[in-house]
């Protein structure tokens, strides 16, 4: 893995384009940017223009057409799969809009279903007691607590 600066996110001349019928539709082209750890970023535009796009190559869900993707000095637009899960499943939080979380589970469940993969899965349930109290989870059980926020926690995980 090629090691650039740290603690951000950078794209150079990121890339995503789709073949339609014979033709060549430009979801992104060439969007460069940083990000820098602490920093906030909005991102904004009307419907079409790649904003979704955009947030499934920077959580490592697509693939770019073009261009590099860094993320803490690790170039991922050019590692393999199995690396580049371990890297979402350390570094990357998502909060989806319709949520996915899984409806047999209890809103706990569902906020610890990313502590279980990975190489300290077998550290996780002696970790987890202390957790759930300040989030409100140490029953186990709410019913109450409405979707978004069982997301929100698990994206944090």
């Known amino acids: 893995m090629q090691r650039q600066r740290s603690n951000t996110i950078r794209a150079d001349k990121l890339s995503r384009a789709?073949?339609?019928?014979?033709?060549?539709?430009?979801?992104?082209?060439?969007l460069s940017f940083e990000i820098t750890r602490g920093e906030w970023?909005?991102?904004t535009g009307p419907s079409g223009s790649g904003k979704s796009t955009l947030l499934g190559l920077l959580a490592g869900i697509d693939t770019p057409t073009g261009g590099r993707l860094v993320l803490d000095g690790v170039d991922v637009t050019r590692i393999r799969e199995g690396d580049l899960a371990r890297i979402r499943n350390a570094k990357i939080g998502i909060v989806f809009q319709s949520f996915h979380l899984i409806?047999?589970?209890t809103a706990r469940?569902?906020?610890e279903v990313p502590l279980y993969i990975g190489p300290k899965a077998a550290e996780v349930?002696?970790?987890?007691?202390?957790c759930w109290s300040g989030w409100g989870l140490a029953s186990g059980r709410d019913p109450h607590r409405q979707?978004?926020?069982?997301?929100?926690d698990r994206a944090a995980v």
């Open 147 to 152: 979707r978004r926020e069982p997301s929100h």
């Open 125 to 130: 349930e002696s970790a987890l007691p202390g």
């Open 109 to 111: 469940e569902n906020v």
């Open 18 to 30: 789709l073949s339609i019928g014979g033709r060549t539709l430009h979801i992104l082209k060439d």
């Open 41 to 43: 970023v909005a991102l």
């Open 103 to 105: 409806p047999t589970l």
